[in-house]
């Protein structure tokens, strides 16, 4: 019984696809929108949080060949 699971249930990496698109298209959004100076900290701060948690629950290793079979 193979005890590896594909990157496509991984709760981890979806978090951090997420994290990345709202990185990426903060920049081209809400440009009237003036936030505490500290945004970037905090969002930095509940990312690192989220993923040290999803870390502690994970209990399957991911198989990256599930996803790119040879």
Do not use: Q
């Not at 997420?18 to 509940?46: Q, R, S």
């Amino acid at each position: 019984m193979n005890a590896s699971k594909s990157p496509l249930l991984s709760k981890t990496l979806w978090f951090n696809i997420l994290a990345l698109i709202v990185l990426v298209l903060d920049p081209f959004g809400f440009k009237d929108f003036v936030g505490d100076p500290h945004l970037a900290e905090y969002a930095t701060m509940i990312v690192t949080l989220i993923n040290l948690i999803l870390r502690f629950v994970t209990s399957k290793p991911v198989d990256w060949g599930r996803l790119f079979p040879r």
